[in-house]
């Protein structure tokens, strides 16, 4: 089992930064892929970013430019630095990582962490 625990998130202007982190915790092997998803309340889960354990990022166009995925491997942490924020990257931010665990990939979420981007 893995435990994912996001924080960073906030109250921001339009045009402002914030950093998101995700902290994995409990009996990991290998993490593979790192991933920010983000959502509206009502509405769709969308993706935001992914790293792959060998640093190769892929972004949503909408965040291209503006996010930067990164990871830490000692410390099974992820990060999303996020600026140039606009009212429509408010919502929900999600954390989810692909986990080995013997022949098997799972994937495991976080509770989330909600960004306000707001004058």
């Known amino acids: 089992q893995v435990q994912l625990v996001e924080s960073g998130g906030g109250l921001v202007q339009p045009g402002g930064s914030l950093r998101l982190s995700c902290a994995a915790s409990?009996?990991?092997?290998?993490?593979?892929?790192m991933g920010w998803y983000r959502q509206v309340p009502g509405k769709q889960l969308h993706f935001v970013a992914r790293?792959?354990?060998?640093?190769?990022?892929n972004y949503a166009d909408s965040v291209k430019g503006r996010f930067t995925i990164s990871r830490d491997n000692a410390r099974n942490t992820a990060y999303l630095q996020m600026n140039s924020l606009k009212p429509e990257d408010t919502a929900n931010y999600y954390c989810n990582v692909d986990h080995l665990e013997g022949l098997t990939v799972n994937d495991y979420w976080g509770q989330g962490t909600q960004v306000t981007v707001s004058s």
């Open positions: 790293i792959a354990r060998d640093g190769d990022t």
């Open positions: 409990g009996s990991i092997i290998s993490i593979m892929s």
